[in-house]
């Protein structure tokens, strides 16, 4: 299966980032996510959790900058007038479907822009990392931290 990367809509932005996140908050993801985990019973103890080095994401709306004007702004200058635009709308977390071993922020792009427009608010889709190549809970450690970027940027 060949999974269809979608452009953003006319009139709406895709702003593409990667998160890099401190020792700090590696460490207190790891510690919080193995509490929640070892909840899940026997064996469970056995599994790494490990925080990613860089997560890969992307933030978007619905904002009308024309493509000459966008096309030399920074992804901060976009993420500014889009934040600008979308502050009195929801902030919407986006874990892509996929069962955690197919597809991504790409092959959902067309819905999570609809759903920016649609909200009027912004969308945070997360690149999260997939199985076979990253076990479980890797995938949840990424929904964490992508959690606690929105919180901080809401």
């Known amino acids: 299966m060949t999974a269809t990367i979608q452009a953003p809509p006319k009139g709406t932005w895709a702003i593409p980032v990667t998160i890099t996140p401190t020792i700090e908050v590696k460490q207190g993801i790891e510690r919080e996510v193995t509490?929640?985990?070892?909840?899940?019973?026997?064996?469970?103890?056995?599994?790494?959790?490990n925080c990613s080095t860089h997560l890969h994401a992307e933030w978007q709306g619905a904002s009308h900058i024309p493509d000459h004007k966008s096309?030399?702004?920074?992804?901060?200058?976009k993420y500014a007038s889009l934040y600008k635009d979308t502050q009195h709308?929801?902030?919407?977390?986006?874990?892509?479907?996929?069962a955690y071993i197919v597809c991504?922020?790409?092959?959902?792009?067309?819905?999570?822009?609809?759903?920016?427009?649609?909200?009027?608010?912004?969308?945070?889709?997360?690149?999260?990392?997939?199985?076979?190549?990253?076990e479980f809970p890797a995938a949840l450690v990424d929904a964490v931290l992508a959690y606690l970027l929105i919180q901080s940027r809401s």
């Open 71 to 77: 096309s030399q702004w920074t992804p901060e200058e």
């Open 89 to 98: 709308g929801p902030v919407i977390l986006y874990l892509h479907g996929g």
């Open 104 to 134: 991504s922020i790409d092959t959902h792009r067309l819905l999570t822009a609809r759903m920016a427009k649609d909200s009027g608010g912004r969308v945070f889709a997360v690149q999260y990392r997939l199985a076979p190549q990253d």
């Open 35 to 49: 509490r929640v985990i070892t909840k899940l019973g026997p064996g469970i103890e056995k599994l790494t959790v």
